[in-house]
Structure formats: structure tokens, C-alpha cells
């Protein structure tokens, strides 16, 4: 695969690094407020984070119930543009466009990140993941998808060859590195009449063989970034690169 190169213009619009744990028994979301102190005038804004779980019950009436559990907080920057999650179950840290470099991102969770890990107390990593995601504009008109990009859905001959839409996902053994990648494509509403807009969203994780020291967490980080990289690349074409420089 191809080295990453470094863009005028990237097209991304949102990138994660996602830090699953198996936290101390008996931790409460109370106390994942911690996560906060000291960074009140950087991440000024608190909000729970809640997830919805439902059940439905067939018998001689189907019935359902929905209800919503409160497992930790969304802590946003004044700008909105950088957010961290302190969760139960993990920490996530996410920066909106635009983005600067992975370097400085990958900094600020770090530091985020030992102030949860001293909150939590936890006992294992269960998943690393970084991910990004990418809104890459193709000027119209557009004769086919694959001058843009290398991973495109297949139409047989014997169909239309149009497409109006689409959604793909496939995930992709990175088996030298224990890992794999959750590469997704589809076709969103785009900004102007005169392009059409698909999202290129990598998401690249470990789940096993996980180790709870920090040099190793951080290393393992930096080598999904590169990783996720080198897909990014493998999945677009020098046309494409012309539009991010």
C-alpha cells in the first residue's frame, strides 16, 4: 500500500481514537465526572451520555418496552470542535474539522486519556480503534465512480450502470498487526448542486491480545493511525488526490 502524503485540504470531517476498557468493579457514572477536573475552561461544555436499549416480547401480544441508560458524559471544547467521552465501559476522543495534524490530536487524548485512566482504575483494554472519517467531493458530471475510487461497489452489465445512491461495508483482516479494518462508502447529501459527496469512513481496531501499558497502548495507537493510512490511500486514485491539494 501506499504512503500517506500529507494534503493542503484533507477531506476530513471527524477523527477518533476510541479506548475501550474493562474498568474497576463497583465504578459509578457519578464518578466519571472526575474525568472533567481541571479541564472546566477547555472543555466547558458537559452533557450526559446516555444509550437507548429496547426489548419486544411476542406472545398472544407483541409488546415492547424502550428505556435509556446513563453510562457516562460528552465533554466539549468552547469551539465544539474537539469532544471527549468518559464512559463506563471506555473513553473516546473526537476532533471535528478542521483538522490539524495527528500529531497534536493524538497529544490531547493522550493527556485526556490519564486523567480517565486514574478516574476508572481499570483492569484491561478490551478494544483500540482509530478511525476517521472522510467527505470527498466529486465534481460533477461524474462518468464512473472508479476514476475516483479503487473500492466501489460492483453493478453487473446486465443492470443499469446509474447509481443514485449506495451504501458498502466490508471489514478487512489486517492480520500482521492482530487488527481489522470496518471500511464503509455511501453517497450523502452534498454541500452544492455541482459535486456529489461520498463518505470514505476507516475504522481501524484491535480487539485481542491487549495490553494495559501505556507505552504499548500509545505505540499500537500510532500504528493504526499509519495503517489506516495506507488504506486510505489504497482506496483513492491520483484524480483524487488532485482535489485535496
Known sequence: MLAHRHYQNAPITEAIIDLRVEPRRGITVRELQKAHAGQEAEYPYVEPLNVATGQMHVGPQVTTMASTKHIGFWFRSDDGKQIYQARLDGFTMSRLA???CWESFRDEARRLWNVYRSTVNLTGMVRLA???INRIDIPLPLRDFKDYLRTVPEVSPDLPQGLTGYFMRLAIPQQDIMSVCL???AIIDP??????SVVLDIDVFRTEG???DEEEIWAFIDKLRERKNQIFEACITDKTRELFE
Do not use: G, H, K, T
Open 98 to 100: 478542521p483538522y490539524e
Open 130 to 132: 482509530v478511525r476517521y
Open 183 to 185: 471500511l464503509s462508502e
Open 191 to 196: 454541500p452544492s448542486s455541482d459535486v456529489v
Open 210 to 212: 491487549l495490553q494495559a
